[in-house]
């Protein structure tokens, strides 16, 4: 009789995959609890300045409407935690789209309609939304998003470059980007007395419960935040959003719950969203390739209501081997949106620059782009000095050529022709970071041999339930059927949010340490259990502080063959490849999922996505999904996807690294170098349209 194979990495299929697809699996804006009202969040039209009245009787005359909440009546908030959540407290407006008032009504449609019955006056001040290489206003942080240092310099960059036999100096831009995540916002918030709960899409409700108590100044243990599902979040629902303080706010203003959903066409003001780049790449390199001299200097934009410094530099500190090197970020508060975490913030838009640098690099060389990166695939990092735990660059790299058939290609650009397309391939290198952070969990057996995991982990889309169940029951030894797992909850084991591809490796280890000392206490017992069973808690703070003296990144290498018709400037992609290098894979199945969806992500990013801010209005004008365009089925050719299963005993328990966002990193530029190779054509802002490209090919 065979043995059944482990559960960890296996390809189990998803626990909830059935509910979803049935329809059975309730998301917040699908839990009405008897009595509930709805509310309509209503957005400044001024791009800056202050509310000077709301008017509010031919809102409140209409049928259904039972409020409308302003900052002349709402209830006060202590300080909230992150600025963007003071919201409804005064008259200000920092920027087009901040919430000015809420309407809250019997119905959906009662309270929409009372929106648009306020009048609202305003005293309007001039504004600046518009990102500049020398605008006035560029400083230079102290940290950036990730608390990462803004600066960092080792040896004499500009000295190095300019003795390099061989230099690129180019400056690549990408617009603002959003994150549009199919579930918009929503929150369903009641008050029990003095304890609130509410029904919220996030990537964590740990992190809202907290910011939720800080917000109406009363105890954690007073807020219970309920996650079940989340219809995707892509960094939009890492941090609390205005939709839970607003239910909040308006359930104890009506003693009634109250929910909010928040409209597909407001998200882009109020969810953050990645902010525009201006980034200047320095190469300096021998004539046999190899790197003297790396600068990167970004210039990016944050808000006037908080800091937030896209960190696109960081990843070309790590990258590749260099003994001189400058990376630096300057940025500039203007009148827009607060810009936040979106699909691998700083690697997707940094490494996009420096791939794109590196295949200029290689062109003037005359070196093939994966010999390139080859030579200057650094045994240290480059940063800190410290090995890394385990860099599996090289090999994707070699296995990704040999699968795509690389070296078969003709490296002349604008060469091969298929009729009126262009056809031409590209590669680009991958790299994220090693995230964990510490995460409570419990441990349960019953007396029928079963078990259960709680953990308050937040399933945003990637099959978090069935890897940690696989986790839990590859400790104790039993099926993973035999695992039930409790998550989405903050009255469950507190663990961090889902966000820098840090869930799994952050609430996977403390599902294994629970699961550890739970099968030790069970070989320790001589009866049987008692009819409750036995729980163990186990929490790993203290494993999690502890600073490794490894350098610990996932790499990966992406391909892309695309066409490019010399009539219209359309670009389409035919085929990708990736390969990566990220730890042991725990299931291959949703790991698969996961790369693909990144890549997907990619080629948006490279050819369709775009966002551009109106200078007038102070607003983004492609704001919903019909003018903000993202890939559809037909813009997705094959996608192929392969890693390096690494044994890296450096990370955690499980040998696993973070993969949710690695896919995207690195695609944009392997479909960018693509049509570069295809057309001969160099093009350094995003997205490659049709009409920005057209005109080269005439």
Not at 342 to 369: Q, T
Not at 393 to 411: M, Q, T
Request: charged share 20%; with cysteine.
């Amino acid at each position: 009789m065979s043995q059944a194979p482990p559960p960890l990495g296996t390809p189990v299929a998803r626990r909830e995959g059935r509910d979803k697809v049935t329809g059975t699996a309730r998301y917040a804006a699908e839990h009405t609890p008897p009595g509930c009202l709805y509310g309509w969040p209503v957005p400044a039209t001024i791009a800056r300045g202050r509310v000077s009245a709301v008017h509010t009787d031919e809102a409140l005359a209409l049928p259904g409407v039972h409020a409308v909440l302003s900052h002349d009546n709402a209830p006060r908030l202590k300080q909230p935690d992150d600025p963007i959540l003071a919201v409804l407290q005064d008259d200000r407006v920092p920027h087009r789209g901040w919430y000015i008032a809420l309407v809250v009504a019997d119905t959906l449609d009662q309270a929409r309609a009372g929106a648009e019955a306020l009048r609202i006056a305003y005293e309007a001040t001039g504004h600046d939304v518009l990102l500049s290489e020398n605008h006035p206003g560029l400083y230079t942080p102290e940290t950036v998003n990730g608390e990462y240092p803004a600066v960092r310099e080792r040896g004499d960059a500009d000295r190095a470059f300019a003795m390099a036999p061989v230099q690129v100096d180019a400056t690549y831009s990408i617009g603002a980007l959003h994150n549009h995540p199919m579930e918009p916002h929503a929150s369903t918030a009641q008050w029990a007395e003095d304890h609130l709960h509410v029904h919220d899409s996030n990537q964590g409700s740990t992190t809202v419960r907290e910011s939720l108590a800080v917000a109406f100044g009363i105890r954690p243990q007073q807020v219970t935040v309920v996650s079940e599902h989340v219809g995707g979040g892509f960094g939009c629902k890492g941090t609390t959003r205005p939709q839970a303080v607003l239910a909040a706010m308006a359930a104890r203003h009506t003693g009634r719950p109250v929910k909010v959903a928040l409209p597909r066409r407001q998200l882009a003001a109020v969810v953050g969203h990645r902010p525009p780049t201006v980034q200047r790449l320095r190469l300096g390199a021998a004539l046999d390739g190899t790197l003297t001299s790396v600068s990167h200097e970004v210039i990016t934009q944050t808000s006037t209501v908080k800091e937030f410094v896209e960190q696109a530099a960081v990843p070309a500190r790590i990258m590749y081997g260099s003994a001189h090197s400058r990376t630096a970020h300057r940025v500039t508060a203007l009148d827009v949106p607060s810009p936040s975490w979106m699909r691998a913030p700083g690697e997707a838009p940094g490494m996009y620059a420096l791939e794109s640098a590196m295949d200029e690099l290689a062109a003037a060389l005359g070196i093939d782009p994966v010999e390139l990166r080859l030579r200057n695939d650094p045994a240290d990092d480059p940063d800190s000095g410290r090995p890394f735990s385990s860099r599996g660059l090289a090999a994707c790299l070699e296995e990704g050529a040999a699968r795509f058939g690389w070296y078969d290609r003709d490296p002349r650009p604008a060469v091969r022709e298929e009729g009126p397309m262009l056809i031409g391939t590209g590669v680009a290198s991958a790299t994220y970071p090693v995230y964990i952070a510490g995460s409570s969990a419990s441990a349960h057996a019953a007396p029928d041999g079963s078990y259960r995991i709680q953990v308050n982990a937040t399933d945003i889309g990637t099959g978090a339930r069935t890897v940690l169940a696989q986790i839990a029951a590859s400790v104790l030894d039993t099926p993973v059927e035999n695992v039930r797992i409790d998550i989405g909850s903050s009255e469950l084991p507190d663990a961090p949010l889902a966000g820098g591809s840090s869930g799994t490796a952050s609430w996977g280890w403390s599902v294994h340490k629970a699961s550890t000392a739970l099968l030790r206490q069970l070989r320790e017992r001589t009866g049987p259990l008692p009819a409750e069973g036995l729980t163990i808690f186990a929490d790993t703070g203290q494993e999690t502080s502890e600073e490794s003296p490894y350098a610990r990144h996932a790499f990966g290498a992406q391909f892309a063959e695309v066409a490019v018709d010399s009539r219209t400037g359309e670009v389409r992609v035919r085929r990708m490849l990736g390969v990566f290098a990220a730890g042991h894979i725990l299931n291959p199945r949703t790991a698969r999922s996961q790369f693909i969806g990144g890549m997907t992500m990619g080629i948006g990013m490279a050819l369709v996505e775009g966002s551009t801010m109106d200078p007038v209005f102070g607003d983004f004008t492609e704001c919903d999904l019909a003018s903000y365009h993202v890939p559809v089925c037909a813009d997705v050719p094959e996608i192929e996807v392969h890693w390096i299963d690494e044994r890296d005993p450096h990370l955690n328990p499980m040998g696993s690294k973070g993969i949710g966002e690695i896919g995207i990193v690195g695609a944009a530029a392997a479909v960018g170098n693509a049509v570069r190779h295809a057309t001969g054509v160099r093009l350094r802002s995003l997205p490659l349209t049709p009409d920005t490209l057209l005109p080269y090919l005439l």
